[in-house]
């Protein structure tokens, strides 16, 4: 006959003060809180109010909540132990129940039911908020237009999945087809836009020689300066998989400004911008990416047109390496008098000049080993880098390359293929914009660079 305590309460919420009672004792069963923490929300608790009332924290109210995107067959199936609390909350990434319970129905005849897989099957068709046409777009932008992004509460989603993919594409080209129209101020013929480029885009066309505004001793000093801070911070924490954030904002900071000089706008020659054109798309990390300076075959200049200040009388001048000739000694004087000479010839005896010119060719070239090299770079280089290099050549090699953009994507995306890109953007500003120049140009070249082009 104990006297046992009472608290009398006229005001408040009766599951509230039954979750808390529950709640001391012993914790209750996820959905038991989902239910009670719903029914204190639909009348008006706030989620940081249900949090501060159950001393847990406002992620956790979250979560629960968050479980009444679960249909209620998998809310039943979860109650009878056939589905765990992991499962359920990956299902949670969606609110579709349609799809919950097809995805449900496919992995019940899959030994195979993870969480992560549940994951991956839900947001099949839907796009990372990281993939560079999100970060090119922005969330913002995408959601300002209508599209949806899924979310998952119970581990780190890295901003979700956007769900329509043809919206954030369709926002993607718009962007780009705008930041076109705004470089074609600059000049140029034409423009091409893509969110990706397949790769090898540019091949046979020529990239005009670019020029950059030169920067002072002070600056170049400073440059030198940040490349040696640069390579001597990465390399003192080269082993360390998380970098101290101060040394980690030192490096952005150092790479800030090197790129301040690497990236300084090229110049180009005015007369040329205007036959060339531009390649717009989306880089690796999202980031706008514009290839400038890309002639076309069919603008180039007509070929016997004379460019402003050069000489044509020399274009086919011999020149010697080692004991080999190669070309004409007197230029267009001597191709016309070699084209009357031939026309009077019967084509039997032009075929036998030339067989024995070929084998003395083959035996000079035999015996010079520094003219074959030069030749056969030159051969190679005149069909990789000019339109008309097929026909220009005195020896045939045939080279091949195969397109490799149609065996896979993103390749252009890929570390190797950038470096395969800035190798041949070196060589299209550095060879000469005439085919009829080449030979002079690996004449006076260096060994060094002959070499490099010939293993490019």
């Not at 068709?125 to 599209?147: H, L, M, N, S, W």
């Not at 400073?222 to 030192?250: F, N, T």
């Not at 790479?255 to 690497?262: F, N, Q, S, T």
Request: aromatic share 8%.
């Amino acid at each position: 006959n104990a006297p046992v305590p009472c608290i009398v309460k006229t005001d408040g919420i009766e599951e509230e003060d039954s979750l808390a009672e529950n709640t001391m004792r012993e914790a209750l069963h996820p959905l038991d809180q989902f239910r009670a923490f719903k029914n204190l929300q639909d009348q008006g608790v706030t989620i940081d109010e249900i949090a501060a009332r159950f001393f847990v924290g406002a992620p956790v109210v979250r979560q629960r909540l968050k479980l009444a995107a679960a249909s209620q067959k998998l809310l039943d199936l979860y109650v009878a132990e056939e589905l765990s609390l992991e499962q359920l909350m990956a299902f949670c990434v969606t609110d579709d129940h349609a799809r919950q319970e097809e995805v449900w129905k496919t992995l019940n005849r899959s030994y195979i039911k993870e969480p992560y897989t549940i994951r991956r099957l839900l947001t099949e068709g839907a796009v990372k908020a990281g993939d560079k046409r999100a970060v090119f777009v922005g969330v913002e932008a995408y959601e300002a237009a209508g599209g949806v992004i899924l979310r998952d509460l119970f581990q780190q989603d890295h901003g979700g999945w956007l769900q329509d993919m043809a919206l954030l594409d369709r926002l993607a080209r718009e962007k780009l087809a705008e930041a076109a129209d705004a470089l074609r101020a600059e000049g140029w013929k034409w423009s091409e836009i893509a969110i990706d480029f397949p790769y090898g885009h540019s091949n046979g066309l020529r990239r005009l020689p670019a020029s950059y505004a030169p920067i002072s001793e002070e600056q170049q000093a400073r440059y030198d300066a940040a490349l040696a801070e640069y390579d001597a911070l990465s390399d003192e924490h080269e082993s360390e998989e998380d970098l101290p954030e101060e040394v980690d904002r030192k490096l952005a900071e150092l790479e800030k400004e090197i790129a301040a000089v690497d990236e300084r706008p090229a110049i180009y020659d005015p007369t040329e911008i205007s036959r060339a054109g531009i390649f717009v798309s989306i880089d690796y990390d999202g980031a706008l990416k514009v290839e400038r300076g890309f002639v076309r075959p069919e603008d180039e200049e007509p070929a016997g047109a004379p460019a402003g200040g050069e000489s044509t009388g020399s274009a086919g001048a011999a020149k010697r390496v080692g004991d080999v000739a190669v070309g004409s000694p007197d230029g267009d004087a001597a191709d016309h008098d070699e084209t009357e000479v031939s026309s009077k010839l019967s084509d039997r005896l032009m075929s036998e000049l030339t067989a024995h010119r070929t084998l003395a060719l083959r035996v000079a070239l035999a015996n010079e080993p520094e003219a074959a090299f030069l030749a056969a770079t030159h051969a190679l280089a005149l069909m990789s880098f000019y339109s008309s290099g097929r026909f220009d050549g005195c020896i045939e090699i045939d080279a091949k390359s195969v397109p490799l953009g149609p065996y896979a994507s993103g390749l252009a995306d890929l570390a190797t293929a950038r470096a395969n890109d800035e190798a041949l953007g070196h060589w299209q500003l550095r060879l000469p914009k005439k085919s009829d120049d080449l030979w002079d140009w690996l004449v006076k070249a260096d060994r060094e660079s002959t070499a490099g082009l010939f293993a490019f």
